[in-house]
């Protein structure tokens, strides 16, 4: 059960609980990607079937289907609004969690009370925060927006993920770098530039990467901020209520693709850079 | 290492700096601290208060607003407060809300625990670990809504886990609990949140020193002792982030329950947004305010467990 | 016929002048309302490699890293080669540091971390490459060039570090705790290193260590630190043959501290003998522990006023009349080795 047996015991003798836990973790792997299967499968069902069991024999009708326009909008044009605002999300998270990280390694007045503003940021209901901003708005004469009031809704989601992110990151930083760097005639800028980032870059696109995804799958907030446009998650909601077809699930398929190759082709950049700099052999 | 003798320093080609090194390439004065640290939070600080306290603040002005069918006047009385302290309506959802929220916590609790376990202690490898992390993070890069309606095909009269159990003969009749009931809406909850546990606590075990299991196994600790002696207590913090987490997305929920539930179950947030469509807004920003004060309180109880200056960065 | 003006004073002493490459004038380190150095006075001549020798929290770290620069000074003056650096940042200072985790950047080559402080001050490209593999070679690391950090030994990362730091060409080399995280064997090899390097260039070392075999084995002037203020100073041998007080003769090792009537005494234990007791100096007692090193045998007695004390002698003597814990013995040695001490 616990690090010193599994090193003590011989190679290939494992505790008891190991397979009782193993098993654990088995099950529940199974019983999250019970649904998952579901989708995929599902998405291939035939001209005929319907959105359970039995498949009605395996087409790509549906996945034709989602370049049709339908009675809600145009889904790749929603899919392409969903992907601009990840990244603009994403973008303005990185820099300005980047920086706060920076921010907190002092003691400063006023550094706990952004600490608890951000907790409560990530706690409270995100539907309220989304009726709250459209309520701003209102009184404030503007029209909500994806890319005003909705990008600012996921805004108080990702940036407090993105902090206490770069507070992990940043701890792990060791000050020596910093202090040699300055010995050998770096400017703050130059250490800046030349030390601190390209160290933490790949914990950087670390945050880069969850905040994309965080805003990618956004709902909560975004459903009362957006405006007369849908950003995808919003569309796929609205298409579930009113027509009921395979469509969904073969939008849900494509969509795990994307997330697959974006998150998969970030980690894989994020494990070469690492690779590089990590031990080949114990020092 | 090479015995051979060392090149006089004094010849070496090397660049010789020039006379005037200790020119100024760098500034003797420096910022105060606190005021480079006010800029470098000041953006983030900044969108928290515009787009998140503001609306708060004003949630809370509007809860005391006056208003009838046709719009909102402003106000300061407490009616509105008064409407959702006297509806016995307000008690029921709350304890059903809460209930949820109890037993989604202790399930995604128990399962947390064991999962992180597994993956800190019994996994050697840090290879495989962060591989198996990533397999369970996997499902959640497809969206919440799509995973939603996939429990329909699933656990349905004529679902697939149905047609499973008749087939290996276990039941007669498909099992009807399984959708659009209690049961449902507690196996999404923990489908969606079991991660949110998992992680923090994780966390904070693989931030224990394996030496002190070591010590404590030396000093015949059995491995129940170590479990409840050492390893629980010193994950304290990531419990109670991962609580929290949990906790307030079931509170806060209003998509789950009216999804799973068929529409029979209803949560506070979701009776909320009724009333927000409807545009009442007083009555809605009351009841915003006495969820965020039942939230806050959850919160604040649980964050006495976090040591939040370890969690702040110095 | 008039009198010729009398030339101007120079305004710049010339180095051969000045005879103190480091002098330290009352600095003091507070943090918060701790003290950590306590107006502590130092001159460290030109071309010396000098040890700050001391326990855990005596505050040689702390004065090593204001002396570098990345300390503020609560009180008092820093002078280097006669200039007051106190305020200045550490790259105006003429000092460079060798840190005790190495800090060498991992994510640059071994050839770009030593050439940084060239890049740094906009060096070409070409010219800077130059000038990093000179002193790479200079630390026999020349064919390590293109790894990275996280593919070199402790003692690899460790020459990288000292040639990334000599290339600034320093006055002063400030070393904090460099042998500490190296194996035994590696430890001495390396202390050849940098004493042989220190002659050759003829510059100040600074080395802060809490190990006296260390400081003993390099330094030409030691530094004996406790509790924020300097104790000794002197040479290795000044040191260990003179100790000013308790402290530093029980810190420094190899000596017994006695009390005796006329205050207390210390005395070598290799110049201790087990005998009879006569007209010389002794204490008596019983045999604690006997202790084989090799080509000394330490015994340890506890005296009838249950002090400890040893003698150090040498196997042969020790064998020609060996004994056991639980005898009694006498701890005898000549007067002219009893050296007094100070109170403190």
């Not at chain 2, 059903?96 to 399930?107: D, E, G, K, W």
């Not at chain 2, 009776?271 to 939230?295: D, F, G, K, N």
């Not at chain 3, 207390?264 to 009879?276: F, G, K, S, T």
Request: with cysteine; net charge positive; aromatic share 10%.
């Amino acid at each position: 059960m616990i690090a010193a047996s599994a090193r003590s015991a011989a190679p290939g003798r494992r505790p008891w609980t190991f397979y009782m836990l193993g098993g654990l973790f088995g099950l529940y792997l199974l019983f999250l990607y019970g649904p998952m299967i579901v989708i995929y499968v599902l998405s291939f069902q035939g001209p005929n079937g319907g959105v359970t069991f039995p498949m009605n024999g395996v087409s790509l009708i549906w996945f034709r289907d989602i370049f049709q326009v339908g009675q809600m909008g145009y889904i790749p044009s929603t899919f392409e609004r969903s992907v601009i605002l990840a990244l603009l999300v994403s973008a303005l998270t990185t820099a300005m969690s980047v920086a706060a990280g920076f921010g907190f390694r002092r003691r400063f007045p006023g550094s706990v009370l952004v600490f608890y503003l951000a907790v409560a940021s990530l706690v409270m209901p995100s539907l309220l925060i989304g009726c709250g901003i459209g309520l701003e708005f209102r009184f404030l004469g503007w029209q909500t927006g994806v890319f005003t009031s909705a990008l600012g809704a996921q805004l108080t989601w990702t940036l407090p993920f993105g902090m206490f992110a770069m507070f992990a990151i940043v701890n792990r930083f060791n000050r020596s770098y910093d202090e040699a760097a300055s010995d050998l005639g770096a400017s703050a800028w130059q250490r800046l530039r030349y030390v601190t980032l390209p160290i933490l870059l790949p914990g950087i696109i670390g945050v880069a990467m969850g905040a994309f995804t965080l805003s990618y799958d956004e709902y909560a907030r975004t459903t009362l901020t957006s405006g007369t446009q849908n950003t995808l998650p919003l569309e796929i909601y609205a298409l579930i209520s009113s027509a009921t077809s395979p469509v969904l699930f073969a939008i849900g398929t494509l969509t795990t693709v994307v997330s697959f190759a974006v998150i998969g082709g970030t980690l894989w950049v994020i494990f070469r850079m690492q690779r590089r700099r990590a031990s080949s052999r114990p020092a | 290492m090479n015995e051979a003798r060392l090149p006089a320093v004094r010849s070496l080609s090397v660049l010789v700096m020039p006379a005037s090194r200790r020119e100024e390439h760098v500034p003797t004065r420096r910022a105060p601290g606190w005021l480079v640290s006010w800029l470098q939070v000041g953006p983030l600080a900044a969108v928290l208060l515009l787009l998140f306290a503001i609306p708060m603040l004003l949630f809370l002005t509007v809860s005391f607003f006056d208003y009838d069918r046709v719009g909102i006047y402003p106000a300061f009385i407490f009616d509105s407060y008064q409407d959702v302290f006297t509806n016995p309506a307000t008690y029921e959802i709350y304890v059903n809300s809460l209930r949820f929220a109890a037993i989604t916590c202790a399930i995604t609790l128990l399962l947390g625990i064991a999962i992180a376990q597994f993956l800190i202690f019994h996994i050697r490898s840090a290879t495989t670990r962060i591989v198996l992390f990533l397999l369970c993070a996997v499902p959640f890069w497809t969206s919440a809504i799509i995973r939603a309606i996939a429990w329909i095909p699933l656990l349905g009269r004529e679902g697939a886990f149905n047609q499973t159990l008749i087939a290996l003969r276990i039941t007669a009749h498909p099992l009807s609990f399984l959708l659009f009931s209690n049961f449902a809406v507690i196996l999404a909850y923990v489908h969606q949140l079991t991660l949110l546990m998992i992680g923090p606590i994780a966390n904070s075990m693989a931030k224990i020193d394996p030496a002190l299991l070591e010590a404590a196994t030396d000093a015949g600790a059995s491995r129940w002792r170590l479990m409840w002696d050492v390893i629980l207590p010193l994950s304290k913090t990531g419990i109670a982030l991962g609580l929290v987490l949990v906790f307030t997305q079931v509170m806060g929920d209003f998509f789950i329950i009216q999804e799973m539930s068929g529409g029979q179950s209803g949560s506070v947030v979701s009776e909320l947004s009724t009333e927000i469509q409807a545009m009442q807004y007083p009555p809605a920003a009351a009841a915003a305010m006495v969820l965020v004060v039942v939230v806050g309180a959850f919160v604040a109880g649980a964050m006495r467990v976090v040591d939040v200056r370890k969690e702040l960065a110095s | 016929m008039g009198h010729l003006p009398h030339a101007a004073p120079p305004r710049v002493l010339p180095p051969s002048v000045i005879p103190y490459a480091v002098e330290l004038v009352a600095v003091t380190k507070l943090y918060g309302a701790t003290v950590a150095v306590d107006s502590i006075s130092l001159r460290i001549p030109r071309a010396s490699y000098c040890c700050l020798l001391g326990p855990s929290g005596c505050g040689k770290t702390s004065t090593l890293r204001m002396i570098a620069g990345h300390e503020d000074v609560s009180d008092g003056d820093i002078l280097i080669g006669g200039n007051n650096i106190t305020d200045l940042p550490p790259v105006r200072r003429g000092t460079a540091m060798m840190f005790q985790s190495y800090a060498l950047f991992p994510h640059l080559n071994c050839l770009d971390n030593v050439a940084f402080s060239l890049k740094m001050r906009r060096v070409p490209k070409a010219q800077r490459y130059k000038a990093s593999r000179e002193f790479l070679t200079l630390v026999h690391m020349d064919s390590y060039a293109e790894r990275m950090p996280g593919q070199l030994s402790g003692g690899q990362q460790q020459r990288v570090a000292l040639a990334r730091a000599l290339i600034t060409r320093p006055d002063v080399l400030l070393l904090d705790e460099p042998l500490s995280a190296l194996d035994p064997f590696l430890r001495v090899r390396m202390r050849d290193e940098l004493k042989r390097l220190q002659r050759e260039l003829g510059i100040v070392f600074i080395h802060v260590t809490h190990s006296q075999e260390e400081a003993m084995a390099l330094a030409d002037m030691m530094v004996v630190m406790n509790e924020g203020r300097i104790c000794q100073t002197g040479t290795p041998r000044e040191v260990f043959d003179r100790p000013v007080s308790p402290f530093i003769a029980r810190f420094i090792g190899g000596h017994n501290v006695l009390q005796t009537p006329v205050g207390p005494i210390a005395v070598r234990a290799d110049r201790c003998r087990l005998a009879a007791a006569a007209e010389e100096p002794h204490v008596s007692g019983r045999v604690a522990a006997v202790e084989y090193q090799g080509a000394l045998v330490r015994v340890s007695l506890v005296t009838e006023l249950g002090d400890e004390v040893s003698a150090l002698l040498p196997d042969t003597v020790f064998y020609a009349q060996p004994i056991q814990p639980g005898d009694p013995a006498t701890l005898v040695w000549s007067l002219h080795d009893t050296h007094r001490l100070s109170e403190a």
